[in-house]
C-alpha cells in the first residue's frame, strides 16, 4: 500500500501525523484549531480547515489516515493532484458546513425553548461562552433537547468529512470494487457498501442511536458524502454531455 501512495496523499498524511504530534505536546493547539460552533466566541475563520488536520485519538487518526492512503491514492492517480485537492479540501468544507447547520438548528431549538420559559438570552449565551449551563434548563428543557443543545458546542476535530467524500467518489469510479469493515469481514461491492455507510451514519444523527460509540460527527460524515456526491454526478455529466455523439 505505501509503495502506491500518491504524493499529495502522502503530504497530507505527513501533516496530519505532525498535527497530531504537535497537539500532545501543545494541548491548548486543539482548542485553538479544532471547529468550534460559528456563533461561539471561540470560532475563529480558519476553523473550517484546520479541524480537517485534528484528531481525538491514536484510533481516530489511524482509521482516517488508512482511509485516506487506501482511497485517496486511487483517486489521485486518475485525477492528478490539483482536483484530488480541491476534491478532498471541498467535501471537508462541505462536511462543516452541514455539521454546523445541523449545530445552529439544534442549539437554537432549545435557546428558543429556554427564552419562552423566561430565561434571558443573553444570560443563556454569557454562560455558554464562558464554558457553563444551569441545571435548572434540564428542567425545561427535554433530555434530547439539553444533549443536543450542549452536544453543538462540542469543538469537532478530523477528516472524517473529506474521507467520506473519497469513499463515494471511490464508488462512483470503482463500482465493483469489494470492500469490507475491520468487523464484518465480508467483501461488498463499493456501490452498495459506501451507500450503507453512509446510511448509517444518517441513521445515527438522527436517532442519536451509534454502533460506533459516541462522540461521532454524523452529520459531518453526511455532509462530506453528499458534497462528494454532488461533484461527482456534476463531473460525470458533464462528461456524458462532452462525449455525446450529437454534438
Known amino acids: 500500500m505505501m509503495n502506491n501512495m500518491t504524493d499529495t496523499v502522502k503530504q497530507l498524511l505527513i501533516l496530519n501525523i505532525l498535527f497530531f504530534i504537535g497537539a500532545q505536546f501543545v494541548p491548548q493547539a486543539t482548542d485553538l484549531l479544532a471547529l468550534h460552533y460559528f456563533e461561539s466566541d471561540k470560532f475563529k475563520l480558519w476553523q473550517p480547515i484546520s479541524h480537517m488536520f485534528m484528531h481525538g485519538g491514536l484510533m481516530h487518526i489511524f482509521f482516517n489516515m488508512f482511509a485516506l492512503v487506501s482511497f485517496g491514492s486511487a483517486l489521485e492517480h486518475f485525477w492528478g493532484p490539483k482536483k484530488f485537492l480541491f476534491f ?54 427535554a433530555p434530547d433537547t439539553f444533549e443536543n443543545m450542549i452536544g453543538a458546542l462540542t469543538p469537532t476535530v478530523g477528516a472524517s468529512g473529506a474521507i467520506y467524500g473519497l469513499l463515494v467518489a471511490f464508488a462512483f469510479m470503482f463500482p465493483n470494487a469489494e470492500l469490507a469493515l475491520l468487523f464484518i469481514p465480508v467483501p461488498i461491492k463499493a456501490k452498495y457498501f459506501v451507500p450503507g455507510i453512509v446510511l448509517l451514519d444518517l441513521f445515527s444523527g438522527v436517532t442519536g442511536y451509534s454502533i460506533f460509540g459516541g462522540g461521532i460527527a454524523h452529520f459531518a460524515h453526511v455532509g462530506g458524502a453528499l458534497f462528494g456526491f454532488i461533484m461527482m454526478w456534476y463531473w460525470k455529466k458533464n462528461q456524458f454531455n462532452q462525449n455525446r455523439w450529437d454534438r
Open 88 to 141: 478532498y479540501f471541498t467535501c471537508g468544507l462541505g462536511a462543516a458546513l452541514i455539521h454546523s447547520g445541523i449545530n445552529y438548528y439544534y442549539f437554537h431549538d432549545g435557546l428558543n425553548t429556554l427564552v419562552l420559559n423566561g430565561f434571558k438570552e443573553t444570560e443563556i449565551l454569557n454562560l455558554i461562552n464562558e464554558g457553563k449551563f444551569m441545571t435548572s434548563w434540564q428542567a425545561v428543557l
